[in-house]
């Protein structure tokens, strides 16, 4: 197993285990009063992140690729191929993680918690749960995807995804413990969003070995999911958790330096 693999399951692992970790906090009271106080500057932080990220990193290197790339359109590369095309597909991304986390799973708020006496039904938790899935096994595409065009870019998507999985972890633990649920049920649930993440980080990796110019068309759709998750989850929760405390806002821009701060350590202190 070469270097880059290893690389790839390390992060796909670490990913898994802040879905659980964030999960299992749940359980511990004074663990889980001080996480929750945390969990909304987190959820700001990254959602900057993983908004500048997407925008400045993802997005652009699509384009690219789709320049160079051969496709079956006439043989040529006009502008509607080189912008078309990839758009449509960041399209069809965000669409997608809005159709499986909000019209299938209609209750689902990432980084919310669910009260213990807000008791929600078993089936609802499991939807919520099921909307996750796409999005999760998409953030392993999009480390997969990122590091094989380049491993710095693959890294600061994988810091972009870690930092939303904690949250992410005690979104889904507060719906198992709000349906009745318990410590065996939230561990479960966890595993099996972590371990989605990890099946896309080993996927995409397999058919990218097998299959040319796949990155092409999986990165532009990682991009949309990344996108929905960044604009059309995280901040609506920050905006609605923050309340009137500008410290919450102004950790999104925290989040969106911190991109820059690491973006410029990775490409130009570290880079090739």
């Not at 789709?66 to 758009?87: A, K, M, Q, R, Y």
């Not at 909000?102 to 078993?122: K, M, N, R």
């Not at 990775?266 to 090739?272: A, P």
Request: charged share 10%.
């Amino acid at each position: 197993m070469d270097q880059n693999v290893l690389q790839l399951v390390l992060f796909g692992l670490l990913a898994a285990l802040a879905n659980v970790l964030g999960g299992l906090v749940i359980f511990p009271s004074k663990l889980h009063s001080t996480y929750k106080n945390a969990l909304k500057y987190l959820l700001a932080l990254s959602a900057g992140f993983m908004l500048a990220v997407t925008l400045f990193e993802i997005f652009p290197r699509s384009i690219e690729l789709w320049n160079t790339v051969p496709h079956s359109h006439n043989g040529e590369h006009g502008l509607t191929d080189i912008f078309f095309w990839p758009i449509l597909l960041l399209l069809g991304g965000y669409l997608a993680t809005q159709f499986f986390e909000h019209t299938i799973a209609p209750h689902f708020h990432l980084g919310a918690e669910v009260h213990s006496d807000h008791v929600i039904s078993t089936g609802s938790a499991y939807a919520g749960i099921g909307g996750l899935l796409i999005h999760t096994f998409f953030d392993g595409v999009s480390i997969a995807a990122a590091s094989q065009i380049d491993q710095n870019v693959g890294l600061l998507v994988f810091i972009a995804i870690f930092l939303h999985k904690f949250p992410e972890g005690f979104t889904v633990g507060s719906m198992m413990v709000s349906a009745g649920k318990g410590f065996r049920e939230v561990l479960t649930a966890t595993s099996i969003i972590g371990a989605t993440t990890l099946l896309g980080v080993l996927t995409f990796y397999a058919v990218g070995l097998s299959i040319q110019g796949s990155v092409a068309y999986a990165m532009p759709f990682a991009a949309g999911v990344m996108l929905y998750v960044a604009a059309s989850d995280l901040i609506p929760e920050v905006n609605h958790h923050g309340g009137k405390k500008p410290l919450v806002s102004l950790s999104v821009f925290a989040g969106v330096a911190m991109f820059f701060c690491l973006h410029f350590i990775v490409h130009e202190l570290f880079g090739h």
